[in-house]
């Protein structure tokens, strides 16, 4: 697992209580700061001078090269990268929007590889917001926006049919949170989504992967074409992890998503179709009502 993203983001005044400290590291400093969220840490990369990782509370969230903002560390933001790659020809300027923001890791990213794309970033944390802006700065030239609230309360302020892409990567405490895991969630991102647009979401689940079921089945019910991707030992039901839900109302580009998945340094596997279908297996459509956080994470997975 990876990020515990919460919703939101920009400029908000930190804690009263936040504070930036900081111990060396290979010739630089690891920095820390109170969070609203528990304690960030910005750890220097020994092999990259100007990358950086962000812990929460010591669980890994994201990895950010400012010298080359297009390298994504992790396996999962390389399949929300694939997703972004995909969405429309290369270089192509889109409008995304971003549940979740990290250390801004995937906005980074469409700038560097879609110039001119317009961005917001909604993470609630204004605290962390404030912490990556100071040390990890973004491109003054990248239309990014980034605001402070909750991920729901956020995308319920987006314009109809302003995104080509919503990518959610929302976790609080390792869990995502329930009230972003519902059909009524769902109708609110096919709402801000252009016709084509495609969502794409950041999930984490184990065995009997209930919560990834439920997700599936949810994710149908608003769109006709889905695609999810995994590491095998996921699929299997072995052990915790990631995998990377893409809906769209209009046909994905399976294909090559599947290519560049089974090719990554951890290599993984997409299912769709029927096989995604049969995969869901009956799992009922989750509502605001019935809703829960997604699994607790055995302490494993930090280790």
């Not at 697992?1 to 690891?30: I, L, N, V």
């Amino acid at each position: 697992m990876a990020r515990r993203g919460r919703a939101a983001a920009g400029g908000g005044e930190p804690r009263k209580d936040a504070r930036t400290d900081s111990r060396r590291r290979g010739g630089r400093e690891t920095l820390t700061a109170a969070v609203d969220g528990g304690s960030a840490a910005l750890i220097p990369d020994p092999e990259r001078p100007n990358g950086w990782s962000l812990e929460i509370d010591g669980a890994p969230q994201s990895h950010v090269d400012l010298d080359d903002p297009a390298r994504l560390s992790f396996a999962y933001q390389r399949r929300l990268g694939h997703v972004i790659d995909l969405a429309a020809p290369p270089q192509q300027p889109l409008h995304v929007l971003h549940l979740g923001g990290g250390a801004f890791t995937l906005a980074r990213y469409t700038a560097a590889t879609r110039p001119r794309s317009t961005q917001q970033i909604v993470e609630i944390d204004a605290a962390l917001v404030q912490f990556v802006r100071r040390e990890l700065p973004l491109d003054p030239q990248a239309r990014v926006r980034v605001r402070a609230t909750d991920a729901r309360e956020g995308l319920g302020r987006i314009q109809d049919g302003w995104a080509d892409l919503v990518v959610a990567d929302v976790f609080g405490g390792a869990r995502t949170p329930a009230h972003l895991t519902s059909t009524e969630f769902l109708a609110e991102v096919r709402r801000v989504l252009k016709a084509g647009g495609q969502y794409a979401a950041n999930l984490a689940d184990g065995p009997p992967l209930a919560h990834l079921r439920g997700q599936v089945a949810t994710a149908a019910a608003h769109f006709p074409e889905l695609a999810l991707a995994a590491d095998p030992a996921v699929w299997r039901g072995r052990r915790f992890g990631n995998a990377v839900l893409v809906a769209s109302d209009r046909p994905l580009a399976v294909a090559e998503l599947t290519r560049r998945v089974a090719s990554d340094p951890h290599p993984g596997r997409v299912e769709h179709g029927r096989a995604l279908a049969d995969f869901t297996g009956g799992a009922a459509v989750v509502t605001d009502a019935g809703a829960k956080p997604s699994p607790v994470p055995p302490p494993s997975v930090f280790r």
